[in-house]
């Protein structure tokens, strides 16, 4: 993971350009930790930028610094891993070899490379000989990045991981990947961008672009996915199957629910395992805090952002399948309080849905929904696993605390979002990304520098509460064309949020669930064998993962409704209750005259 910042400008000093830089310096530290550079370089006569990485060594026997520069002059930011698709030499670090790979210049070569890559990225990149610079982000923007296009009154051009919260900043939408001619265009009057668009997006796929932004119809840029959703739909043979299925996922149901998914749960879990496994190799061998002596490290490496709920359960078992025994894995688990209180005429404490006028505030717990499944489904893992050390750090976040940090920080990173459900999960990924709590009743922060997360899972396996009721309203035909536009659209998601604010622990988040291969491998198997929606809430949604985890032995996790983490964690229960997600979040303002981020 790294912090990338490049800026440009028309007729400012070297001074500047980099008076710009210093606001988000502080921000992009956060993402690389372990090695800073920039360079000034000039793109024209006319036009001068600063190139500036913040480098969190994850692959390579050694950190390589960015930003990097050839024999040539051009310049490569990379923020990103080459998980599969191509390979990269052992004595060599994904960015040197991105560097070499992209040298080649020519349109054709550039895409052809890119599309080649499994893995997440984002990347700037200033090809010297023919003026062209190039970014974009991943085809499912799994890795944040951010631009502020030139205005007459401001000609600059700036494009960056993370920047301090600003009206101008916009998300770099990953449509595919764009590229600016330095050689014919100039930031102070008739600038243009082109845009080559993945190969799976039509116009439609783009709307409210940028007026500089050119769409090239006669070139696409490919990508790591090689199958489309399979639209069929089940015949009055399997439905008479699916409606025969027990409603819950016992132990002494499992053999009917095999004899309908077949080898289904064995394909999704070798693409899992491969997935987790990617992601664990691409990790050296030593936590953030062992970089200078990786050989004497024997602290966790691997952190799993932990509810106790399926997708995250999952992921921490086959995590366990993937590292050596003697490693602890840290399961990061955060909690917002909530208020018990006191009957005056009565004895004992009850946890009201509505504060009555009879009772008066006891004590604050932080024994919410998700450290009660997290807590039961650690207990599970100890008892599948023995001979791991899992290390449940339990994050308890207090209101005062919340407070503090989301306008120090958090609404810096969230933004240009800037939504009531956006405050409310960036608030709660920050703190449990940041993994400072207790663990086993001590003080403990994880010194994790990859951080496994479930985000995925539910768009794929039909896991939201929306998926139901378009299933209740329109049958299979309805369920299958949501999950349809949301796999389509998993790009739009808000990835990018997700990784501004895990990414500024100085860990690497990664998402095993879009890994190309299991979104490949999912599209190609028919709607029923991921979801039954028929069967109750607990059992139908995602009923493909369930049974893998049910046979895994994660019985609790295997029968758990999906809850979100602003409810599982209750941080929706500290703010007005009257506010709806998708209003304007008042806590996220913006202060203009604010510049001050630590």
């Known amino acids: 993971m790294c912090g990338i910042c490049f800026f440009c400008g028309v007729g400012l000093s070297v001074q500047q350009l980099e008076h710009q830089e210093e606001l988000s310096c502080r921000l992009l530290s956060h993402r690389g ?49 080459i998980l599969a698709g191509h390979t990269v030499p052992c004595d060599m670090s994904d960015t040197q070899y991105v560097a070499e790979q992209l040298a080649l210049g020519q349109l054709e070569q550039v895409l052809s490379f890119l599309a080649g890559i499994k893995g997440p990225w984002a990347l700037v990149y200033f090809h010297r000989p023919s003026k062209k610079l190039y970014f974009g982000r991943d ?36 449509y595919g990947l764009y590229t600016i001619d330095f050689s014919s265009v100039t930031l102070d009057e008739g600038f243009k961008i082109d845009l080559v668009p993945w190969s799976h997006l039509s116009v439609d796929d783009l709307p ?24 069929s739909l089940p015949s009055m043979a399997i439905l008479e199957q699916l409606n025969s299925l027990p409603s819950t996922m016992e132990h002494h149901n499992l053999e009917a629910f095999s004899a309908v998914l077949g080898s289904n749960v064995e394909q999704l879990m070798e693409v899992l395992i491969q997935a987790v496994q990617r992601r664990v190799d691409k990790c050296p061998p030593c936590c953030q805090f062992c970089t200078a002596s990786p050989s004497l490290c024997h602290h966790s490496r691997i952190a799993v952002l932990f509810s106790g709920g399926l997708d995250s359960a999952m992921l921490a078992l086959l995590l366990d399948f993937c590292i050596p025994k003697e490693e602890s894995i840290d399961l990061l688990n955060v909690a ?14 009850i946890k009201p849905k509505h504060k009555p006028s ?14 009660i499944a997290g807590r039961e489904c650690w207990q599970q893992l100890q008892q ?36 009531v459900l956006d405050d409310s999960i960036g608030c709660a990924l920050w703190f449990a990304g940041r993994g400072e709590g207790s663990v086993k009743g001590c003080p403990y922060v994880s010194p994790a520098r990859v951080l496994l997360c479930g ?21 299979w035909s309805s369920l299958l064309e949501e999950i349809k536009m949301e796999v389509a659209r998993i790009h739009t998601r808000n990835l990018g949020r997700d990784n501004r604010i895990l990414a500024h622990h100085g860990r690497a988040p990664r998402f095993p669930y879009l890994d190309e291969d299991v979104v490949t ?8 064998i991921k979801a039954n929606l028929l069967l109750g809430r607990g059992t139908g949604e995602k009923l493909l993962l369930r049974l893998a985890a049910a046979t895994l032995g994660l019985t609790k996790a295997a029968n758990l409704p999906k809850r979100a983490i602003q409810f599982g964690s209750r941080i929706a229960k500290l703010e007005d209750q009257k506010e709806k997600g998708s209003d304007q979040c008042y806590r996220l303002r913006c202060d203009p005259a604010d510049s001050d981020v630590t």
């Open 208 to 231: 409210s672009l940028h007026p500089a932004i050119e769409v090239k119809q006669q070139v696409k840029l490919g990508s790591g996915l090689k199958h489309s959703l399979n639209m």
């Open 521 to 528: 491998t999912l599209n190609k198997m028919p709607i029923w």
């Open 33 to 81: 930790p372990d090695i800073h550079a920039k360079e000034v370089i000039s793109i024209t006569e006319k036009v001068t930028g600063v190139f500036e990485g913040n480098v969190l060594w994850l692959q390579g026997p050694q950190p390589t610094s960015q930003p990097l520069l050839d024999s040539h002059g051009s310049v490569l930011l990379w923020n990103g891993d």
């Open 455 to 475: 985000q995925g899972a539910d768009e794929q396996l039909g896991g939201y509460s929306r998926h139901r009721g378009r299933f209740g309203t329109g049958g």
């Open 358 to 371: 009879n009772h008066v505030p006891s004590s604050v717990s932080f024994e919410v929904p998700d450290r």
């Open 139 to 174: 085809v499912f923007g799994r890795h944040s990045l951010l631009w502020q296009p030139p205005s007459h009154s401001l000609p600059w051009l700036r494009v960056t991981s993370v920047w301090q919260q600003c009206s101008q900043m916009q998300e770099v939408m990953a």
């Open 336 to 349: 917002f309080p909530t208020r018990v209180y006191s009957n005056n005429n009565a004895k004992g404490k």
């Open 384 to 419: 599948l696993r023995p001979h791991r050390d899992w290390n449940f750090v339990q994050i308890d976040v207090t209101s005062e605390e919340l407070c503090l940090e989301r306008e120090r920080i958090i609404r810096h990173l969230v933004a240009p979002l800037s939504s």
